[in-house]
């Protein structure tokens, strides 16, 4: 195998200092490629089942976006409790090693083997003579520290933007649209409706604006695109929540695309865009100040979405 620098790490969100390490890694060693090592499932849902974290991207999303940010492979390790217990020896020489690496880059904070005992300094010492490590110190946005827990708690408080700021681009939501209630449509608002898994991340229960992109090279009808189009995106005002006042149980993104009735989107393959909280979710008392506020809702994604 060629000779290739490795990065290491979780990168669940591929936020910005995420992106860094990578790029960092392609500077240091311009001739080679750059795999990625991460982890799946999350080590801490391994490590701490009864409080796993709600991951901001699915594995797929994952590797979607370190590829874009630069990654020429990326090399998923199953992270198991076995796999946990190795110690740190083992993990340089059956994971590392047979990646042939000239450099391996992971941040300053980087931890491996059996109770994270090894670090970057003894990396470094299990790689002499073989291979160059470089430990990153990471991203700051302001005076905050980036990190994909903060991206989860903004997004746990509804604040989307803060999140977006984190993550250098707003907060996206994946998925298949399923069929609903069809309660929206019988209001004058259908909805795209995705269902939420319990393990991803999604932002607070309420109201947001935002944008619905089709991701199947679709459009509005369900034809196929041109050749070299581009995927069809809408503004939309988007609800996240179980639905309190139809005694709603299954937690849902449902998303209004703004004055259309028209689009043919079971089955579709769509991301959906946060980019501003309106109102947290409430329980009405009657259909007509469901609809009144509905209506307000959108009057106020349209404003900020123009705004924009």
Known sequence: MERSVVVIGNFDGVHPGHQAVLAEARRREPGLPVVVVTFWP??????????????????DERIELLTAAGADRVEVVT????????????????????LN?????????????????????????????????????????GDTETCSTL?????GDGDVELAAEHLGRPFSFRGEVAHGDRRGRELGFPTANLPVPAD????????????????????????????GGQPQR????????????FDGVDRRVESYVLDRDDLELYGAAVTV??????????????????VEQMTEDVDRSRRILAAG
């Open 151 to 155: 991206i989860r708690q903004a997004l």
């Open 79 to 98: 992270f198991t409790r076995e796999f946990a217990g190795w110690p740190p020896e083992r993990f340089v020489e059956e994971v590392l090693v047979p």
């Open 101 to 141: 690496p000239a450099r391996v880059v992971v941040g300053t904070n980087f931890r491996f083997g059996r109770g994270a005992s090894g670090t970057v300094a003894m990396l470094t010492d299990l790689a002499a003579g073989r291979f160059a490590v470089d430990g990153l110190t990471l991203v700051t946005y």
């Open 234 to 245: 809408w503004p939309a005002a988007i609800s996240v929540g179980t639905n309190p006042t």
């Open 42 to 59: 999350h080590p801490v849902s391994v490590l701490r089942p009864e409080s796993p974290p709600m991951l901001l991207t699915s594995l």
């Open 273 to 290: 865009e946060f980019i501003a909280r309106i109102r947290g979710q409430i329980r009405f008392t009657s259909i007509e100040a469901l």
């Open 200 to 227: 991803l991340a999604c932002p607070q229960d309420g109201v947001y604006a935002g944008w619905l992109t089709r991701r199947d090279n679709l459009g509005a009808h369900g034809e196929p695109l041109p050749p």
